[in-house]
């Protein structure tokens, strides 16, 4: 019922493991990470001399993604613990 | 010379409509990859989302500065914020815990993307508002919790209905549910979409990206009365020129569609 987190979510996770999630839908999230860092040093290289560190709109979805790779790692590390 | 002042002024008309058209292709693609998220599962859903958010996010990187850039660019939070619900959840604990993880990210890219298209808090009406008006806002959000739970039964995120249960859950909807959707869709969209659109068509798009995104709710009913709460939410901000009753009313309709209701009248 709720955009951040709706009833669809609250199923998933019912119904798939951990493990599953983050080998699914985690390697996408991994991916989309690494290509958007990819563009983001393209597009910095391409517009800007170099040492200049300039916040572009590509930028907004990288910390929470590299955050949300960071709690995966740490939850996976956690299982083997 | 006249020619090339016609030609000029002709493409600068015809600007604003491509411009729109491109957002409702983006509004419709973001309608597709929920639905695909529905009908195909996770997997091809949460492709859908990261291949729009790419296509977002480098779009509005390649766009000069402006306004319609920045509303692109803050739209990608929407495929974001659902990346982030697809993979965070934790199961076995009530689902407030996972709300409050998938929030607290997603608040992490809402404080970025505030940074990143320069928005100061005064205009998000954090600095100056009328406390009489916003708290007649916000207290709007009691009955709609009400109205929505009544008609769509959703079941309670927390187990009791205990003080621990009730602070916790009113911190996490004010904080990562209601603040991050507020922030998101009705401060960022609608005021980039506002100096690009002007106020209907603004009004129109932070109304339509959340709703977009609550169609995995399924039950037509609830789509239906938590878009008519998006509408109302996103016209009292354009109105009052302020976010913070509009987060109250969502907030206490959400605490009370997800706690009060069903664990009093459930």
Do not use: C
Request: charged content about 10%.
């Amino acid at each position: 019922m709720t955009v951040v987190f709706p009833e669809f979510a609250q199923q998933y996770a019912a119904s798939f493991t951990y493990d599953f999630r983050t080998t699914t839908v985690g390697v996408i999230a991994v991916i989309l990470l690494v290509v958007l860092l990819i563009v983001r040093e393209l597009v910095t290289a391409w517009r800007l001399p170099s040492g200049v560190l300039k916040l572009e709109p590509i930028d907004i979805a990288i910390p929470p993604l590299l955050l949300t790779f960071g709690v995966v790692v740490l939850g996976r590390l956690a299982d083997l613990l | 010379m006249i020619d090339t002042e016609a030609r000029s002024a002709f493409a600068r008309a015809g600007q604003p409509s491509a411009e729109a058209a491109v957002t409702v292709a983006y509004l419709a693609g973001l309608a597709a990859a929920e639905l695909t998220l529905v009908a195909a599962g996770p997997i091809p859903g949460a492709l859908a989302h990261a291949a729009l958010l790419l296509g977002l996010a480098i779009h509005a990187t390649m766009l000069p500065d402006a306004p319609y850039q920045r509303m692109l660019a803050a739209i990608t939070l929407a495929p974001m914020i659902r990346l982030l619900s697809l993979l965070l959840p934790i199961s076995g604990v009530p689902p407030v815990f996972s709300i409050a993880l998938v929030g607290g990210l997603s608040l992490v890219g809402v404080a970025v993307a505030v940074r990143v298209l320069m928005v100061r808090w005064a205009d998000l009406g954090f600095r100056r508002f009328d406390w009489g008006v916003q708290s007649i806002i916000a207290a709007a959000g009691f009955p709609s919790g009400l109205a929505i739970w009544v008609a769509a039964r959703p079941l309670a995120v927390v187990p009791e209905l205990s003080i621990e249960w009730v602070v916790l859950s009113i911190v996490v909807f004010t904080v990562f549910v209601a603040g991050v959707e507020g922030l998101a869709f009705r401060g960022l969209i609608q005021t980039m979409a506002r100096e690009r659109f002007g106020t209907v068509a603004s009004i129109a798009i932070a109304t339509l990206v959340p709703s977009v995104l609550l169609l995995s709710a399924l039950d037509p009913i609830a789509i239906l009365l938590l878009t008519a709460l998006n509408l109302a939410l996103a016209w009292a901000v354009d109105w009052s020129r302020s976010t913070v009753g509009a987060i109250g009313a969502h907030a206490l309709a959400l605490f009370g569609m997800l706690v009060l209701w069903p664990l009093t009248l459930g």
